[in-house]
C-alpha cells in the first residue's frame, strides 16, 4: 500500500475512534429517573450515582437497553417479566453488597416504592 493509503486510513480510524467516545460521553442518559412501579408506586432512581458507583453500565444494561421507556417495552413484549429488573438487580445487589458489609440501597418495599 502506498504512503499516502495509509496516512488516509489513519486519519478515517482517528476519526471514528473521536465519534465513538463522543457518543460514548453523550449516551449516560438522564441522572435522575423515576421508573414505574406499578400498584405500589412510582420508584426514583438515581442513575448517574450508580453509573458513578459500580463503572459498569451492563450491571443493570445486560437486561434491557440503554433506551427511555426499555424496561415498560420488553414487558409489553413479554421477553422481561414484571418485577425481574427488581429482584434479580436492584434487590439482588443490594441484598448482597449488605450481606458483605459494602455501600448500600433500600431492600424493603417501602424504601424504593412512594405511593403518591
Ligand atoms: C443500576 C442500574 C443501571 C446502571 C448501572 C446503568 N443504567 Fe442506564 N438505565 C437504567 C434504568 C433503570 C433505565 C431506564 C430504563 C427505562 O426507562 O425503562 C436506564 C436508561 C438509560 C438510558 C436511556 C434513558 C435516558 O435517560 O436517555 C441511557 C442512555 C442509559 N441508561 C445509559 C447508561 C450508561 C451509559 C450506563 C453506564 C455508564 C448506564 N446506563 C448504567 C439503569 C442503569
Ligand atoms: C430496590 C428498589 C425496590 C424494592 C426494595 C422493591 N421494589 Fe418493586 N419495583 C422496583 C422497580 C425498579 C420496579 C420496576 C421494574 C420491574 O418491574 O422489575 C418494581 C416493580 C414492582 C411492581 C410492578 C410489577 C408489575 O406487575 O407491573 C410491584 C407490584 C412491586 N415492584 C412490588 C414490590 C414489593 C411488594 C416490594 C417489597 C417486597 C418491592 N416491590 C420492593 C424497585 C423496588
Ligand atoms: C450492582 C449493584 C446495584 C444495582 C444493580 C442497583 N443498585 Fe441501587 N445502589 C447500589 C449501591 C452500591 C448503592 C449505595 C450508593 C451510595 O451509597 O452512594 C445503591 C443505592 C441506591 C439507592 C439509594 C440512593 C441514596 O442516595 O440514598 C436507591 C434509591 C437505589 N439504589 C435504587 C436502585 C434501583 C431502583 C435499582 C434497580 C433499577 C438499583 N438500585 C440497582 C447498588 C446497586
Redesign the pocket.
Known amino acids: 500500500m502506498r504512503l499516502s493509503g495509509i496516512v488516509v486510513l489513519m486519519i478515517v480510524f482517528l476519526m471514528s475512534l473521536a465519534a465513538a467516545l463522543a457518543v460514548a460521553e453523550q ?4 441522572e435522575q ?1 423515576e ?1 414505574e412501579g406499578g400498584t405500589r408506586g412510582p420508584v426514583p ?1 438515581p ?1 448517574r450515582q ?2 458513578d458507583n ?1 463503572e ?2 451492563n ?3 445486560a437486561l ?1 437497553p ?7 417495552k420488553l414487558h409489553a413484549e413479554g421477553t422481561l417479566k414484571r418485577q425481574q ?1 427488581m429482584k434479580e ?1 436492584c434487590i439482588a445487589c443490594h441484598r448482597e453488597n449488605k450481606r458483605e458489609g459494602k455501600d448500600s440501597g433500600p431492600t424493603l418495599c417501602s424504601q424504593c416504592h412512594q405511593r403518591k
Open positions: 449516551n449516560k442518559g438522564a429517573m421508573l432512581f442513575h450508580h453509573q459500580l459498569d453500565c450491571a443493570c444494561h434491557f440503554q433506551e427511555a421507556g426499555a424496561i415498560g429488573v438487580q
